[in-house]
T-cell receptor
Framework: QQQVKQSPQSLIVQKGGISIINCAYENTAFDYFPWYQQFPGKGPALLIAIRPDVSEKKEGRFTISFNKSAKQFSLHIMDSQPGDSATYFCAASLGNAGNNRKLIWGLGTSLAVNP | KAGVTQTPRYLIKTRGQQVTLSCSPISGHRSVSWYQQTPGQGLQFLFEYFSETQRNKGNFPGRFSGRQFSNSRSEMNVSTLELGDSALYLC????????????FGQGTRLTVV
């Protein structure tokens, strides 16, 4: 059962355009929502993360929008550049007894930004 | 500060063999998690170790096992390899129970023939 559903599976955007990737989750107990960026031959790297007490977080050209009632969050990449071409993963995390955490991952979105 | 180091980077094994992968976390990090990454399946969580104890476990068969040493270095072992075990195996380290940011290594590409 996929607890975090990510869409689209792939995305092609023109340079300068806006890339939008969406994720939906089921478990309302999730309390940490990161986005990771992965380039070919590399491991994923944390890009930006949000907690459910805010509706938006912006870091440079990257913005997370969070809709708690809809149980959805999205990544917006403004002024997309060819160097942004990578696979993007959303994830959700739940803290439990002892603050143990496990990240639940979306299946990833392959983004290609055309020059 | 050195990042997460995984060795070897590439491996080719035949069906039925076993394999051991190694992960050295960032200095000071006590949590190590292992993931299997395949096209179309994304990142599948294998297990997490913290202070030499397995803290979380994913839904993988018992052929997949791991351990963590006192210096936080971790190994993952897969026995009786199957063709479907071909994947990129990623290790991630984090500070510990209160820190959620995971830092990934470059992974070990395992091919089972």
């Amino acid at each position: 059962q996929q607890q975090v559903k990510q869409s689209p599976q792939s995305l092609i955007v023109q340079k300068g355009g806006i890339s939008i990737i969406n994720c939906a989750y089921e478990n309302t107990a999730f309390d940490y929502f990161p986005w990771y960026q992965q380039f070919p031959g590399k491991g994923p790297a944390l890009l930006i993360a949000i907690r459910p007490d805010v509706s938006e977080k912006k870091e440079g050209r990257f913005t997370i929008s969070f809709n708690k009632s809809a149980k959805q969050f999205s990544l917006h990449i403004m002024d997309s550049q060819p160097g942004d071409s990578a696979t993007y993963f959303c994830a959700a995390s739940l803290g439990n007894a002892g603050n143990n955490r496990k990240l639940i991952w979306g299946l990833g979105t392959s983004l290609a930004v055309n020059p | 500060k050195a990042g997460v180091t995984q060795t070897p980077r590439y491996l080719i094994k035949t069906r039925g063999q076993q394999v051991t992968l190694s992960c050295s976390p960032i200095s000071g990090h006590r949590s190590v998690s292992w993931y299997q990454q395949t096209p179309g399946q994304g990142l599948q969580f294998l297990f997490e170790y913290f202070s030499e104890t397995q803290r979380n476990k994913g839904n993988f068969p018992g052929r997949f096992s791991g351990r963590q040493f006192s210096n936080s270095r971790s190994e993952m072992n897969v026995s009786t390899l199957e063709l479907g075990d071909s994947a990129l195996y990623l290790c991630a380290s984090s500070l510990g129970s209160h820190n959620t940011e995971a830092f990934f290594g470059q992974g070990t590409r395992l091919t089972v023939v």
